[in-house]
């Protein structure tokens, strides 16, 4: 059994992109569709969460992620309640589900879960009443689901459809909860080739059972994509000895605009942020015509509000 | 107990009738999805309006979404004008609870402020549970609560009311 459906199959909570049924990924994104209007609206608020309470708990530092869940609670009118908790309780030393059960006896509706350990959404999710909802914001290396699916939102609006589509994912997948989403939401939506390209250090061994071609050179990788996803290198990566140098790894792996004329014509350039300049990607590129990036944030908030209203909704409340 | 329904293109052309005297050329023509919406798109053309129809999809703005959730399939709303300081004709085509036009008068002044709101629905089928009346009504009947009329478009755009 799903424990991210209800019993009649509607979203309870949203963990991962893994196993989503392909209607239910349509729903959210034909419901950010919707939502999408009222961002242009005299009043950019609608009262469907009325009286609801949303937790955003961060235990792992986030301005971005963070901040569009709070916009889009604000947008759908519930209370919303930031808590950066590397900085609060849990300095002294407060079990995560002690924190979890005080902030339900404050009333919370939803929780919106960012944390470094795999699985700590899902831990959260199995310990909280049944009229709470719980959002992965990102956890370890697993899975960010909101940011696959405000992916897959952007590619939907820029290309229409997915079933003639060559998506490359670029760069460190062996770290990247987003490049685990993403394959995730690709393969279910029927994309006919996702593609990973990254030096061997930075590819999970056996990646290619997730369904995806594996190219070690950028060049071969990039001929005749039409969506080209860069994903942000960690500093720290380099310390671990598995990259030489990052002015290195720009020489293979970075995006530039000589590289992106491999791609289709028409190809666009998405990138979760937030950006490493010349490592993954030259300027000229990130702020090119076929960058969608900055489209990519404003569709996080309607698609963040689509997960919200629809985990809101299913609630016994 | 129902005789058989009157026919519904029939009432809107009677409907358009009733409203053209009291149309001003500014008027914004809105209808609620998605039945409203064809009966609007029916008037619009009807009544020779220059100004664009707008729709409103009022799923989230339903005084029911905690007990019944989001509906499965959300259109956008689309108002392609600015309705500040406007005359808005609003079409549904079945009135009941009124619960529905209030959702859509919340949702339009989310827009601006118009001047004036007036209703038009295809059947006032009785039931009120909201000081909403029409202003303009194609056929007022008496439907007992647990019955439902429904407007229902075949393929060829032809539109039928059934009572079910």
């Not at chain 2, 085509?93 to 709101?117: C, Q």
């Amino acid at each position: 059994m799903n424990p991210q459906l209800s019993q009649d199959g509607r979203l309870r909570h949203l963990l991962t992109l893994d196993g989503l049924p392909r209607a239910i990924i349509t729903q959210i994104l034909d419901t950010a569709e919707s939502f999408m209007d009222v961002g242009e609206r005299e009043v950019k608020k609608v009262p469907l969460l009325r009286g609801k309470s949303i937790f955003n708990l961060f235990f792992e530092p986030s301005t971005r992620t963070r901040t569009t869940f709070e916009i889009a609670a604000k947008r759908l009118s519930a209370d919303v309640v930031n808590l950066n908790i590397a900085t609060s309780s849990q300095t002294k030393g407060e079990a995560i589900l002690d924190t979890v059960d005080n902030l339900s006896a404050m009333h919370a509706d939803m929780f919106v879960v960012r944390h470094a350990q795999s699985g700590a959404a899902h831990f959260i999710a199995q310990h909280v009443a049944p009229h709470i909802s719980v959002v992965n914001a990102g956890d370890g290396r697993h899975a960010h689901p909101t940011q696959g699916l405000l992916d897959m939102f952007t590619i939907r609006r820029f290309k229409g459809e997915f079933h003639n589509l060559t998506v490359a994912i670029v760069g460190d997948v062996l770290h990247s909860r987003v490049a685990r989403s993403q394959i995730h939401a690709l393969t279910t939506l029927g994309v006919p080739e996702v593609r990973v390209i990254g030096p061997k250090t930075l590819l999970p061994t056996g990646v290619e059972q997730m369904g995806v071609r594996v190219f070690h050179d950028m060049e071969a990788g990039l001929a005749g994509c039409d969506v080209v996803i860069m994903l942000r290198l960690q500093n720290e990566r380099m310390k671990g000895a598995r990259l030489p140098s990052s002015q290195e790894y720009f020489k293979f792996f970075g995006l530039t605009p000589e590289k992106l004329a491999l791609a289709r014509p028409d190809a666009i350039v998405m990138h979760p942020g937030p950006m490493n300049r010349g490592v993954e990607i030259a300027s000229e590129v990130a702020d090119g015509p076929q960058s969608v990036i900055l489209p990519q944030v404003t569709y996080g908030i309607a698609v963040r509000m689509a997960v919200m209203a629809m985990l809101a909704g299913t609630g016994n409340a | 107990m129902h005789a058989s329904l009157p026919d519904a293109n029939t009432l809107i052309v009677q409907l358009a009738d009733v409203i053209a005297p009291a149309l001003t050329p500014d008027t914004l023509i809105v209808g609620i999805h998605t039945g409203g919406v064809w009966v609007a798109e029916r008037l619009h053309a009807l009544l020779s309006c220059s100004q664009p129809l707008g729709t409103l999809d009022i799923s989230f703005y339903r005084d029911d979404f905690s007990r019944i959730g989001l509906h499965p399939q959300v259109k956008p709303s689309n108002l392609p004008f600015d309705l500040e300081d406007r005359a808005i004709l609003l079409v549904d085509d079945v009135l009941h609870s009124g619960r529905t036009v209030r959702a859509a008068m919340n949702e339009l002044f989310d827009y601006g402020r118009p001047a004036s709101i007036r209703l038009a629905v295809l059947v006032d089928r009785g039931g009120h549970e909201l000081p909403i009346r029409p202003d303009f009504a194609g056929l007022s009947i008496t439907v007992p609560d647990h019955r439902n009329i429904n407007l229902s478009r075949l393929d060829d755009g032809h539109l039928t009311l059934t009572l079910a």
